[in-house]
């Protein structure tokens, strides 16, 4: 958590509109899954560009640790995150993604840590999810997972673009316990 305090919103992005609260929960097919979704309960906000995305890679991520797929299945989604991130960031200069990469680790990190110790500290009399239990139940792959990426951002001289590939590789690892 020291580190992630340390962290600045950075960037040759400014601060414009963002979704505020996407997260897989907020995504709906009512149509089918072949269909456009539809978003449901916004949040809107004036944030970083990768807010959006980093909330709901966190979201993501915390799923897979809760509730691996079996085989490789992890991995699978994992790959998809970062082929989604590609396209998201292919019109930007290297400099730039690079930036925007970096910025989307903290801002996952960040959003991960609020989850996570919004669970841990939760009263004992308060019912929560069976999802935040096993969570809470696998804090050494949380715990582990949040200290090498921070670890990896604090690296100051290390690329975006490495921090972003080696921070998904450690999410796999998390979740593949």
């Not at 907020?26 to 995305?53: Q, W, Y």
């Not at 400099?95 to 989307?104: K, N, P």
């Not at 996570?116 to 949380?142: H, K, M, W």
Request: hydrophobic share 45%.
């Amino acid at each position: 958590m020291a580190r992630l305090r340390k962290m600045r919103l950075s960037g040759t992005y400014g601060i414009g509109i963002v979704y505020g609260d996407l997260k897989p929960e907020h995504v709906v097919f009512p149509d089918g899954p072949e269909r456009r979704p539809k978003f449901i309960d916004p949040g809107l906000a004036l944030g970083h560009p990768a807010s959006d995305v980093a909330k709901l890679v966190s979201r993501m991520v915390l799923g897979l640790i809760v509730q691996p797929p079996a085989g490789p299945g992890a991995t699978a989604v994992l790959q998809g995150i970062g082929q989604f991130t590609d396209l998201a960031t292919y019109r930007l200069t290297p400099a730039e993604r690079a930036a925007w990469l970096r910025q989307l680790v903290v801002l996952w990190l960040m959003d991960t840590v609020n989850i996570f110790t919004t669970y841990l500290t939760a009263p004992t009399g308060l019912p929560l999810p069976e999802s935040a239990r096993t969570l809470i139940a696998q804090a050494p792959a949380v715990c582990t997972l949040l200290d090498r990426v921070s670890a990896l951002l604090a690296a100051v001289s290390m690329d975006g673009r490495t921090v972003w590939r080696l921070a998904l590789d450690h999410a796999a690892t998390a979740a593949g316990r």
